[in-house]
T-cell receptor, first 109, second 117 residues
Framework: GQNIDQPTEMTATEGAIVQINCTYQ??????LFWYQQHAGEAPTFLSY??LDGLEEKGRFSSFLSRSKGYSYLLLKELQMKDSASYLC??????????WGAGTKLIIKP | GAGVSQSPRYKVAKRGQDVALRCDPI?????LFWYQQALGQGPEFLTY????????KSGLPSDRFFAERPEGSVSTLKIQRTQQEDSAVYLC???????????????FGPGTRLTVL
């Protein structure tokens, strides 16, 4: 079967750095997405990785290792508004998005 | 510009009632997706349209679920004889690129929260 694993919840301090991990086992791989979802709102696109390595975009970076079936989202200089769920999703061989359950990130002052 | 919009934002239905959920994708977007999201879970794929053609409906949980996009823009997800287990947030997403195989980013609407009593 297809499986995306990410921690259920993480807590971090304002101004700090946090890394949210995602491991996947899917039938085929056509890229990995990270989305941010505030409570009661739509998921919003953060990043897309299809090649190994680190993609940096402002305070957010995303890393992919296809051989390990592993990705992480790195958030720097955390702000209170970063409190949200972070969803990892893999595009499988049928170009269908397979989603993780999301990691709820709690930022404390 | 305008994003993906969905209506209603909230819907309460009695068990056995039929409901219709509407999605207005971003103008010009070819692909449209419906997802079901249970509380504390990631979205689960329901169905996919390319223009007016429904190319994949493998995620629809039963024959009570039906989706259409007759003119290739607005889409409606209909659930007949609703059951309590249908309670969830129904998300619609659209993407620009045509073609069945696409890595193009999906843009999501705010969702419709359906509660079946």
């Amino acid at each position: 079967g297809q499986n995306i694993d990410q921690p259920t919840e993480m807590t971090a301090t304002e101004g700090a750095i946090v890394q949210i991990n995602c491991t996947y086992q899917t039938s085929g791989f056509n890229g990995l997405f990270w989305y941010q979802q505030h409570a009661g709102e739509a998921p919003t696109f953060l990043s897309y990785n299809v090649l190994d390595g680190l993609e940096e975009k402002g305070r957010f970076s995303s890393f992919l290792s296809r051989s390990k079936g592993y990705s992480y989202l790195l958030l720097k200089e955390l702000q209170m508004k970063d409190s949200a769920s972070y969803l990892c999703a893999v595009l499988d061989s049928n170009y269908q998005l397979i989603w993780g359950a999301g990691t709820k990130l709690i930022i404390k002052p | 510009g305008a994003g993906v919009s969905q209506s209603p934002r909230y819907k309460v239905a009695k068990r056995g009632q039929d409901v219709a959920l509407r999605c207005d994708p971003i103008s010009g977007h070819v692909s449209l997706f419906w997802y079901q999201q249970a509380l504390g879970q990631g979205p689960e794929f329901l169905t996919y349209f390319q223009n007016e053609a429904q190319l994949d409906k493998s995620g629809l949980p039963s024959d009570r679920f039906f989706a259409e996009r007759p003119e290739g823009s607005v889409s409606t997800l209909k659930i007949q004889r609703t059951q309590q287990e249908d309670s969830a947030v129904y998300l619609c997403a659209s993407s620009l690129v045509s073609g069945g195989h696409s890595t193009d980013t999906q843009y999501f609407g705010p969702g419709t929260r359906l509660t079946v009593l």
